[in-house]
């Protein structure tokens, strides 16, 4: 079971969440588009993530004060979920100038080990010593140590980074350690609302230190059931058929670790490439044939990880509506201003999001290599 204990230490540190895949929540479900549906209530992940997050809003530490965000779903077969936040375009950090995908890390720039550290809610240590695959030798070679902290510019609920390591000052690039426990986190959370995501450098990320986001987002999004095209399905590698054009994972909890390696393998083909990207985890649905029963597509008991590669954007206007990272294109969308969040439609959002994602000829073209890629894995 999944337990925290105080870290010793001289200043206090964080209090650690240690945890196995004995923690692992299979049992999810989506009642309807707006009510997620558990069998059981918050797990212990669910109540640490969210109680440090709600202590650190109240003792001040954010930018703004997040209440709830006025919300619409626009009509259309996407159905976006448009959300107005107008503080966060205001009130954010000024992003890092991003000149490079391999950029290199730098400390004189802002990174996370010079937050405040009372932003820092908790540490997660896997307790691999559970974990009976793991070989003694491969326990020991585990990197271990997530920090965890709010975002003081919330996106939404719950809105934290989790930050690999970070000591070890790397840049934004995606590691398996990294992408593995980013998916553990969607499988400790019994809510289906629970999404992690990462931006590389030139696809929005603000901070070249090594991050992720997570955040909950209770109204449900297409990319959890939607239709999807085997490439390797031995692999848990499919593609998307609808827009934005993009290449899926699906794992479940005893899988974890192989598609981990499987999706690591894949960004690390994109940065060599120079091709900028954005990855977002969410529960969903088996990538399986959709004329299934309403039963189960019902069930979240697994994790689609999608991968979009995309146009960079390297010191690039941003869009006066949103801006195009990893929530936006899983169809979760932030607004800056109440004019566009009242009268954006669908057609609005699939213009703007055309512009960042690639061709067509280009995207069957690394469907094609990557394809490749993996067979050797």
């Known amino acids: 079971m999944s337990k925290l204990k105080a870290s010793p230490a001289d200043p206090p540190m964080p209090l650690q969440f240690v945890y196995s895949h004995q923690d692992f929540v299979t049992d999810v479900w989506r009642s309807s588009e707006s009510n997620p549906e558990t069998t059981s209530g918050p797990t212990m992940f669910d109540k640490t993530i969210q109680a440090g997050w709600r202590d650190r809003m109240e003792r001040g530490l954010f930018r703004y004060r997040l209440g709830n965000l006025q919300t619409r779903i626009l009509p259309g077969s996407h159905g976006y979920v448009a959300q107005l936040n107008i503080q966060r375009g205001v009130e954010r950090r000024k992003p890092q100038e991003i000149l490079s995908i391999q950029q290199e890390f730098n400390a004189k720039e802002f990174n996370f080990n010079k937050v405040n550290p009372e932003e820092i809610t908790f540490e997660m240590i896997k307790d691999t010593?559970?974990?009976?695959?793991?070989?003694?030798?491969?326990?020991?070679?585990?990197p271990s140590r997530m920090v965890v902290l709010v975002n003081v510019s919330p996106l939404e609920f719950g809105h934290s980074l989790f930050v690999p390591e970070p000591l070890r000052c790397l840049p934004q690039v995606l590691t398996k350690f990294a992408i593995q426990v980013g998916i553990e986190s969607v499988l400790l959370s019994s809510n289906p609302g629970f999404r992690v995501g990462f931006n590389s450098l030139g696809a929005l990320a603000s901070v070249n230190h090594l991050h992720l986001h997570g955040y909950y987002l209770d109204q449900a999004l297409k990319i959890e059931s939607v239709p999807?095209?085997?490439?390797?399905?031995?692999?848990?590698?499919?593609?998307?058929?609808?827009?934005?054009?993009?290449?899926?994972?699906?794992?479940?909890?005893?899988?974890?670790?192989?598609?981990?390696?499987?999706?690591?393998?894949?960004?690390?083909?994109?940065?060599?490439?120079?091709?900028?990207?954005?990855?977002?985890?969410?529960?969903?649905?088996?990538?399986i044939d959709h004329t299934q029963n309403e039963t189960n597509l019902s069930s979240r008991k697994g994790v689609r990880v999608a991968v979009w590669p995309r146009i960079s954007c390297f010191g690039a206007k941003e869009e006066s509506a949103f801006n195009v990272a990893l929530c936006e294109l899983a169809g979760h969308l932030p607004f800056k201003n109440k004019k566009d969040y009242d009268l954006a439609t669908e057609?609005?959002?699939?213009?703007?999001?055309?512009?960042?994602?690639?061709?067509?000829?280009?995207?069957?073209?690394?469907?094609?290599?990557?394809?490749?890629?993996?067979?050797?894995?």
């Open 129 to 142: 010593e559970k974990d009976s695959g793991l070989s003694d030798s491969e326990q020991l070679l585990q």
């Open 228 to 287: 999807v095209k085997p490439l390797l399905p031995e692999k848990g590698f499919y593609r998307f058929l609808d827009f934005p054009a993009g290449f899926l994972f699906y794992t479940e909890s005893e899988k974890v670790e192989k598609v981990a390696q499987a999706i690591c393998k894949v960004t690390d083909f994109l940065v060599d490439c120079n091709i900028a990207h954005n990855l977002f985890m969410t529960r969903g649905i088996p990538p």
């Open 347 to 377: 057609k609005d959002v699939i213009d703007i999001i055309q512009k960042y994602v690639l061709l067509d000829e280009e995207f069957h073209s690394l469907e094609q290599q990557l394809t490749h890629h993996l067979l050797d894995l």
